[in-house]
């Protein structure tokens, strides 16, 4: 391999792992962009009327916190998402599926303190009669313990009250013998049938920036670093 070949070469890897780095960055940006507008369409989510979660969902687009309202019935079960704190407290997160038409949606309906005794849920209301209710589309809860959802992970309590410790949505599905769609519902704070509704954690703040000017960071070192070993290896009078 010629000098000249060699340093081509080296060229080329070099400007690879540096678009490489830069590309990561600016993924990065995008992502945090992608979060600041869903920032943003939470602090008006109060603001807004709402539309028909029907109708949102035929249109597409961005989902998250959407304001929508829907009329159907809450069915059984109710779903106790276990290992959710609040304020240093145990607890669930309350999920009951709501039928509307052919298809149902998951409804947070917000959390609840867990009684001392592990092998009770906590007494709630529901009422199963058709009704018209409000709340905002957005992801599941992140809480509980991570990992595969099996089986074992789920507990019966009676005919209407599981434990689960994540949502799945096709073993939910496989329970109620209804399609569910693939985001769920929080319902709005006051709404009948609802508790104490956070959100908290899915409005942390992103670092998303941070990361980029990271991998911006690294870019530049490896650029860097690539120069001075091309300049030594190839341009010094010594070589």
């Given at each position: 391999?010629?000098?000249?070949t060699?340093l081509?070469?080296?060229?080329?890897i070099l400007?690879?792992?540096?678009?490489l780095l830069?590309?990561?960055?600016?993924?990065?940006i995008e992502?945090?962009k992608?979060?600041?507008?869903?920032f943003?369409?939470?602090g008006?989510?109060d603001?807004?009327?709402?539309?028909?979660?029907?109708k949102?969902?035929?249109?597409?687009?961005?989902l998250?916190w959407?304001?929508?309202?829907?009329t159907?019935?809450?069915?059984?079960?109710?779903?106790?998402?276990?290992n959710s704190i609040?304020?240093?407290?145990?607890g669930?997160?309350v999920v009951?599926?709501f039928v509307?038409?052919?298809?149902?949606v998951?409804?947070?309906?917000?959390w609840?303190k867990?009684?001392?005794?592990?092998?009770?849920l906590?007494?709630i209301?529901?009422?199963?009669?058709?009704?018209?209710?409000i709340?905002?589309l957005?992801?599941?809860p992140?809480?509980g313990i991570?990992?595969?959802?099996?089986k074992?992970?789920?507990?019966?309590?009676g005919?209407?009250k599981i434990?689960?410790?994540?949502i799945?949505r096709?073993?939910i599905?496989?329970?109620?013998?209804t399609k569910l769609?693939?985001?769920?519902l929080?319902?709005?704070?006051g709404?009948?049938?609802?508790?104490l509704?956070?959100?908290?954690n899915?409005t942390?703040?992103h670092?998303?920036?941070?990361?980029?000017?990271q991998?911006?960071?690294m870019?530049f070192?490896l650029?860097?670093i690539g120069l001075i070993n091309?300049?030594?290896k190839?341009f010094?009078d010594?070589?």
């Open positions: 391999m010629t000098k000249t060699s081509v070469f080296y060229g080329f400007l690879i792992g540096v678009s830069a590309k990561l960055g600016f993924w990065q992502r945090g992608q979060k600041e507008i869903i943003a369409a939470y008006e989510k603001n807004i009327v709402s539309q028909s979660l029907v949102t969902l035929s249109e597409g687009g961005e998250a959407k304001k929508v309202h829907v159907g019935k809450f069915i059984e079960p109710n779903i106790f998402i276990d609040y304020k240093k407290q145990v669930y997160q009951t599926p509307f038409g052919d298809a149902a998951l409804v947070v309906r917000g609840v867990g009684p001392p005794i592990r092998s009770l906590p007494n209301v529901t009422s199963y009669k058709n009704k018209k209710i709340g905002y957005n992801k599941p992140f809480t991570s990992g595969v959802f099996d074992s992970a789920l507990e019966l309590f005919k209407d434990r689960i410790q994540k799945d096709i073993q599905e496989e329970i109620i013998k769609i693939n985001e769920v929080y319902l709005k704070q709404e009948p049938d609802s508790y509704v956070q959100h908290e899915l942390k703040k670092k998303h920036f941070a990361y980029a000017a991998w911006f960071g870019a070192v650029f860097a091309i300049k030594k190839f010094d010594s070589n």
